[in-house]
Nanobody, 125 residues
Framework: QVRLVESGGGSVEAGGSLRLSCAAS????????IGWFRRAPGKEREAVAVIDRGSSSTHYADSVKGRFTISQNYAKTTVYLQMDALKPEDTAMYYCAAGRVTRATLFYPSKYNDWGQGTQVTVSS
């Protein structure tokens, strides 16, 4: 089981930036992905960005490409989500999750087994 703890959320004006962190501990399989997901009020949870812990390859939802960057530290204990050019529609609770997913299921929240408690991001216009 993987324990995940998010931090770094807050309130920012449109066009601003925030950096989220996801501290990961516990048992990791050799092939495992860490993803950032978000849920806005009244909407389904959606994938934002995913990173392969082994290769550090990254994948992004179309809505955040060019604005958000997912990365991990050298020790692979923390995954970051750098969010730039934020928009009001980015307002949501952001979660990190870990799972042994495939390329075909990277953006499926139900395929991830372990989740953090979430951190709120609010972008005002």
């Amino acid at each position: 089981q993987v324990r995940l703890v998010e931090s770094g959320g807050g309130s920012v004006e449109a066009g601003g930036s925030l950096r989220l962190s996801c501290a990961a501990s516990g048992f990791f399989y050799s092939s495992m992905y860490i993803g950032w997901f978000r849920r806005a009020p009244g909407k389904e949870r959606e994938a934002v960005a995913v990173i392969d812990r082994g290769s550090s390859s990254t994948h992004y939802a179309d809505s955040v490409k060019g604005r958000f960057t997912i990365s991990q530290n050298y020790a692979k204990t923390t995954v970051y989500l750098q969010m730039d050019a934020l928009k009001p529609e980015d307002t949501a609770m952001y979660y990190c999750a870990a799972g042994r997913v495939t390329r075909a299921t990277l953006f499926y929240p139900s395929k991830y087994n372990d989740w953090g408690q979430g951190t709120q991001v609010t972008v005002s216009s």
